[in-house]
Structures are given as C-alpha cells and as structure tokens.
C-alpha cells in the first residue's frame, strides 16, 4: 500500500526563525513525485513545492526546500524565515504516475504555527 | 487567472437527506478531482475526471455517492442519502495533467446532523 506519514500533528515557531517539517512514504514505485501543499485557515490547499523522485538534488522555493532522502524514503520540509503568513497545515503529498495517474495520496498533516 | 469555484461553500443537512456540490474547474484543465477531507485528516481522492470520463472511482462509496462532469467541464458530486460520517469539507481539483500539480478549490463544509 502506498501510504505517508506525518508524525508531527502541531509545530510551532517563532517568526524569522526555521522549522522543519517532517515526512516519510512507503511505496514500491521508482519513478514517483513529492510535494508539499499548505493549507491556511480559509482552506484553499496551494502547492509549496514539488521534488521529482529522479531528481537527486533537493528542490527549493524562496523560503522553502526540501531534503530528499530517497533511500530512507523521507522528504522533509524546512522553512527559513519564517512569516506569520506561513501559520497553516502542511500536507505532504505523493503522486505515482504509471500506476495512479496524476491523483494525490496524503499524509495526516502538521499544524504549523508562527508566533510573532 | 480564475480559480477553482465551488458552491455552496457551507451545508448543513439531516442524516438521509440528499445533498449536491457543485464545481467549475480552471478553464482548459481536462482533469478534474473530488477529494473529501475529515475534520483533522488529509484529504482523500473520492473520483477523477479526464474530461467527462472517470479515470479513478475506486474509493467513491457508490451506494451514496454519485459524480458526474457532462461536457468534461463543470461537474456535481451527490450524496444521497447522507450519513453523520459523510460530514467533511468536499474539495475540487483541476490540473492540466502535470503529476500531483492541481489547483483547489475553497471546499464545501458539510455537516450532517
């Protein structure tokens, strides 16, 4: 079964300073793809950042990136500087193309908070 | 760009009535996506559209539930009838077919008493 795990139900930070997020996955698939999608109170889910599972060097995005363990099957998210704005759940997320077309499994999620 | 839209944003139902959502994906995404998500859960894909056809059902509970995207643009998730389990926001998605790249839409909350 392909399944992600969040272990972490509620982070918090304070603002400017980094936090990082964690995931783990469990599929048979080699070709496969990553993502993050935040979703903030008013409940519109928007992607983060995405990590192409052939790809070995680690995607970023302004503020976010990620480390890709593909071996350990882990894909953690780090926020630097982090804004009031990024106070939101985040939900990791993987899409298998050859088997499940372009359909998202995700994990549980994490409540991130930022105090100012 | 227009977003995904959604109706109606907040439903409130007894347990065996029936309820309609309704969704408007992006203009020009072929493939479309129900998701429903429990109070603390991640969502979970109920059906996929590629155009008005159905790629993906498999977890749709089809003694209830009910979709359909007539000319493979807007399309109508129905329950009927609803059960108190069945409460959860009700997400649409559209993609253009990038893997995993979807667009979301607002959700429809709905709570069934």
């Known amino acids: 079964a392909q399944t992600v795990t969040q272990s972490q139900p509620e982070m918090s930070v304070q603002e400017a300073e980094t936090v990082t997020l964690s995931c783990t996955y469990d599929t048979s698939e080699s070709n496969y793809y990553l993502f993050w999608y935040k979703q903030p109170p008013s409940r519109q889910m928007i992607l983060v950042i995405r990590q192409e599972a052939y790809k070995q060097q680690n995607a970023t995005e302004n503020r976010f990136s990620v480390n890709f363990q593909k071996a350990a099957k882990s894909f953690s998210l780090k926020i630097s500087d982090s804004q009031l704005g990024d106070t939101a759940m985040y939900f990791c997320a993987f899409s298998i193309p050859e088997t499940s077309g372009s359909r998202l499994t995700f994990g549980e999620g994490t409540q991130l908070t930022v105090n100012p | 760009e227009a977003g995904v839209a959604q109706s109606p944003r907040y439903k409130i139902i007894e347990k065996r009535q029936s309820v309609a959502f309704w969704c408007n994906p992006i203009?020009?995404?072929?493939?479309l996506y129900w998701y429903q998500q429990i109070l603390g859960q991640g969502p979970k894909l109920l059906i996929q559209f590629q155009n008005n056809g159905v790629v993906d059902d498999s977890q749709l509970p089809k003694d209830r539930f009910s979709a359909e995207r007539l000319k493979g643009v807007d399309s109508t998730l129905k329950i009927q009838p609803a059960k108190l389990e069945d409460s959860a926001v009700y997400l649409c998605?559209?993609?253009?077919?990038?893997?995993?790249?979807?667009?979301f839409g607002p959700g429809t909350r709905l709570t069934v008493l």
């Open positions: 998605a559209s993609s253009l077919g990038t893997p995993g790249r979807q667009f």
């Open positions: 203009s020009g995404h072929a493939t």
